[in-house]
Nanobody, 124 residues
Framework: QVQLVESGGGLVQPGGSPRLSCAASGSIFSIYAMGWYRQAPGKQRELVARITSGGITNYADSVKDRFTISRDNAKNTVYLQMNSLKPDDTAVYFC??????????????????WGQGTLVTVSS
């Protein structure tokens, strides 16, 4: 079993800069990638940002130059620094970890684990 514990959500004013954290624990031997998705009311879940074990990152166009994803491999923790928040960033943010129970871990053999979600509301 894999557990993901998220923190850092809440009510934020436009222009604010909160940071989300997600710590993974459990039967994880190796991690291929860690990332954040979000789901706004009435919309589908979308990828916000992702970082691989090698440090390769990719971002949704809507958050490029505003959000930064990083990870602490020793702690199996991923962070999402969000800057210049807009009302359109309001959503439930979900942590995602692609992990493996063995040493070799790639996208094709990794399993998905999801956090419970943390609500970020951008409003004045």
């Amino acid at each position: 079993q894999v557990q993901l514990v998220e923190s850092g959500g809440g009510l934020v004013q436009p222009g604010g800069s909160p940071r989300l954290s997600c710590a993974a624990s459990g039967s994880i031997f190796s991690i291929y990638a860690m990332g954040w998705y979000r789901q706004a009311p009435g919309k589908q879940r979308e990828l916000v940002a992702r970082i691989t074990s090698g440090g390769i990152t990719n971002y949704a166009d809507s958050v490029k130059d505003r959000f930064t994803i990083s990870r602490d491999n020793a702690k199996n923790t991923v962070y999402l620094q969000m800057n210049s928040l807009k009302p359109d960033d309001t959503a439930v943010y979900f942590c995602n970890v692609k992990w493996c129970s063995g040493y070799v871990c790639y996208s094709h053999n990794a399993m998905d684990a999801w956090g419970q979600g943390t609500l970020v509301t951008v409003s004045s």
